[in-house]
């Protein structure tokens, strides 16, 4: 069974810092790129940044820019996003995907529920 698992989320001050992290068992997505997605109250879901499967290539949306920085471990199957300068607007439901297909236009998974793999989400709520 294919399984990704956040953890990292939690309550913070605007200015303060979260590091999450998706762990991912029963596959391997070293040859993909993995990411993260999130979800505010009454909003849908937005792309936050990807990594490709070498760690060489990084994509973000332009609201985090310069503030969240993604980083995967191939050998632990892992992906992390490291939030600083966080903001009260960045309260969401922080989830981890695999596999994504990047390119300049953004990121996406398959759209094949067969092959798309979500994590559960972890809470960041930023408190103002």
């Known amino acids: 069974q294919v399984q990704l698992v956040e953890s990292g989320g939690g309550l913070v001050q605007a200015g303060g810092s979260l590091r999450l992290s998706c762990a991912a068992s029963g596959r391997t997505f070293s040859s993909y790129a993995m990411g993260w997605f999130r979800q505010a109250p009454g909003k849908e879901r937005e792309f936050v940044e990807a990594i490709s499967w070498s760690g060489g290539s990084t994509y973000y949306a332009d609201s985090v820019k310069g503030r969240f920085t993604i980083s995967r471990d191939n050998a632990k199957n892992t992906v992390y996003l490291q939030m600083n300068s966080l903001k009260p607007e960045d309260t969401a439901v922080y989830y981890c995907?695999?596999?994504?297909?990047?390119?300049?236009?953004?990121?996406?998974?398959?759209?094949?529920?067969?092959?798309?793999?979500w994590g559960q989400g972890t809470q960041v709520t930023v408190s103002s």
């Open positions: 995907a695999a596999p994504l297909y990047c390119s300049g236009y953004g990121c996406y998974d398959t759209g094949d529920p067969r092959d798309d793999y």
